[in-house]
């Protein structure tokens, strides 16, 4: 741990920390139970507008539902009902034509009694006529309607009576329990848009209403889509419990806050739910202000924190960077304090410090240069033509042979050779002058080896010819390639080089199918180029990658793998954006 974290995590740290805990903790404890009284209460609010809208939505319905009945209630003492349904036989035409429209007027009255009502009508077997409301006020005896609505219903009970999907509020007479043919049917059919239309906007956003009957659970009427698990549960929610009640369901994980409203009037039982998501939305304004008091509780501890440390906090804090800067070397740093305290000091001794240091650092930089480009030169000498008795023997034997066409190329060949190594003692050439270098060794080998090795070489990259790089880094490579692997096959050997930019670098790759490489020998290559120990004997291929490490740093060097073909690849590694020192 360095000298600014023991600073800051010893002594100033667990204090700022320490004092914002208490600071804010009584407010946060203060803020909590705020948020959830408040919640609590909303809560209870939003639970007794449930209950409410039932309640008011149910006495409504009762309501409209109590002046229907009354009025088909009357149709049981309706001369003209009662004439034509058993004396019209003694009626004459006018007084049978008058009584069709007393009722037709009637009809009229009562389908404008309720917003609720579609049509009202009213069907007499006796004339086989059925008089409504409708455009069409007097019709054909509809005799499959009629059979229809005679099924009982209790006007006490649930008085709506579901057929082929439409809903009525039928009045039989004289009633089946009577045991004489009816004499006429007295039938409201409810418009189930307008049904639904109310129970919508008595519904909170996200929720859904239906209507239920007490003694069938028959759904009557709903807003919005109830989700098939609720729609199947209504018989439970109305076993649960008996009258008015609010309960929470939960279906599939899901919860529902559901309201329930019986009505003793008309028989029916008015269930009003709510997803229990919809109703946290309402409580996130309680839940902001917790956030607002938590913000300006940070703030204040904030302020007061910078307000008590200013005089020590910040020239602690700039000495430290200083001190951060002076680790990643920059020596050159003066700093400047107006105040004659005990930062005042600290300062002037700090500048005393960096002055020194930078005399001192300056001196030992120089040395460590010296020493590294005395190793380099000392690594570029080891790299020695060992491959020269062969070649000049190889020479003799062309000329006793007279082949003079090879003689002038091979002694071309050396002659360049020659004159690439032992030119002054520059540690850079440009890329194009080393790979034309490694192209004349490699000519050299060719004409010692043909046919028994081929080599292969790939272009330069356009716009790198004149990119200075460390003398003698790919001939070493070549040179190992054939000392160690090709030189021992008979015939077949293969040696190619390539050379890509990936990136930021450049890539050279050698490769050969000589000796096949076992992972364990391929393992110790690699090991031996990363070790740091002085070897006994340095080979061309540890001299290339030391001599990388050297000029490029950690980012350049060689990197060892198996080619495709089962022998060596090396790749030498150039970093572009590196500057040439």
Avoid: C
């Avoid at 491959?387 to 007279?402: G, K, P, S, V, W």
């Avoid at 046919?451 to 004149?466: S, V």
């Avoid at 000029?551 to 495709?564: A, D, F």
């Amino acid at each position: 741990m360095n000298l600014e974290e023991k600073v800051t995590s010893i002594r100033l740290f667990p204090k700022l920390l320490l004092s914002f805990l208490l600071v804010l903790a009584p407010l946060y404890v203060i803020g909590v139970q705020i948020n959830m009284s408040g919640s609590k209460n909303v809560k209870q609010e939003i639970e007794d507008s449930l209950s409410s809208r039932a309640d008011l939505y149910m006495e409504m319905l009762d309501n409209d539902l109590e002046s229907i009945l009354f009025s088909l209630q009357d149709f049981v003492v309706n001369d003209d009902a009662l004439g034509l349904g058993m004396a019209v036989s003694v009626m004459s035409d006018m007084e049978k034509t008058q009584a069709i429209l007393r009722l037709k007027e009637r009809m009229d009255n009562l389908s404008r009694s309720s917003n609720f009502i579609k049509e009202a009508a009213i069907s007499i077997p006796l004339i086989d006529r059925t008089i409504s409301s409708n455009a069409d006020s007097i019709t054909d005896f509809d005799r499959e309607q009629f059979q229809g609505l005679l099924q009982k219903v209790s006007p006490r009970d649930m008085p709506f009576l579901q057929w082929q999907d439409r809903l009525f509020i039928p009045l039989v007479y004289p009633p089946g329990s009577m045991g004489i043919p009816p004499l006429f049917v007295v039938a409201v059919e409810i418009s189930k848009p307008e049904l639904n239309s109310t129970l919508a906007r008595f519904s909170n956003k996200g929720g859904g209403v239906m209507l239920v009957g007490l003694s069938d659970n028959q759904v009557i009427a709903s807003a919005f889509d109830i989700p098939d698990e609720l729609y199947a549960k209504r018989s439970e929610l109305m076993k649960e419990s008996k009258g008015n009640s609010l309960q929470t369901v939960t279906i599939e994980g899901d919860s529902y806050l559901v309201a329930r409203e019986d009505s003793d009037t008309s028989g029916m039982s008015l269930i009003m739910y709510v997803p229990a998501k919809n109703v946290n939305p309402a409580l996130q304004t309680h839940r902001y202000w917790l956030i607002v008091l938590s913000i300006a509780s940070a703030i204040i501890v904030i302020i007061f924190s910078i307000g008590i440390y200013r005089m020590i906090h910040r020239p602690l804090i700039r000495l430290l960077h200083s001190f951060r800067r002076i680790e990643k070397g920059e020596l050159n740093l003066t700093l400047q304090y107006p105040l004659k305290d005990e930062f005042g000091y600290l300062y002037g001794r700090f500048n005393a410090m960096a002055k020194q240091l930078n005399i001192l650092v300056h001196e030992v930089y120089e040395q460590k240069y010296r020493a590294q480009l005395s190793e380099l030169r000392h690594l570029q000498s080891q790299i020695n033509p060992h491959f020269l008795y062969n070649t000049y023997f190889i020479l003799y034997r062309m000329a006793q042979l007279e082949d003079n066409e090879n003689v002038i190329r091979l002694t071309k060949h050396l002659g360049e050779y020659f004159q690439f190594i032992t030119r002054d003692g520059a540690e850079e050439v440009s890329l194009e002058k080393e790979i034309h270098h490694a192209r004349t060794y490699t000519e050299i080998q060719t004409i010692r080896f043909s046919p028994r090795i081929e080599a292969n070489f790939g272009d330069l990259p356009e716009g790198l010819e004149n990119r200075l790089v460390p003398r003698l880094i790919l001939q070493p490579i070549i040179e190992n390639a054939y000392n160690h692997s090709l030189e021992k096959k008979s015939k077949g050997g293969w040696l190619n080089v390539e050379m890509d930019v990936y990136g930021e670098h450049l890539v050279i790759t050698v490769e050969d199918n000589g000796q096949q490489l076992t992972p364990d020998k391929l393992e110790e290559m690699r090991n031996r180029l990363q070790s740091y120990d002085e070897p006994a004997e340095s080979t061309g291929m540890l001299n290339v990658h030391r001599r990388l490490k050297i000029k490029y740093g950690e980012t350049g060097g060689l990197r060892l793998s198996t080619g495709e073909r089962g022998g060596l690849k090396v790749e030498i590694v150039i970093p572009l954006g590196e500057v040439n020192q």
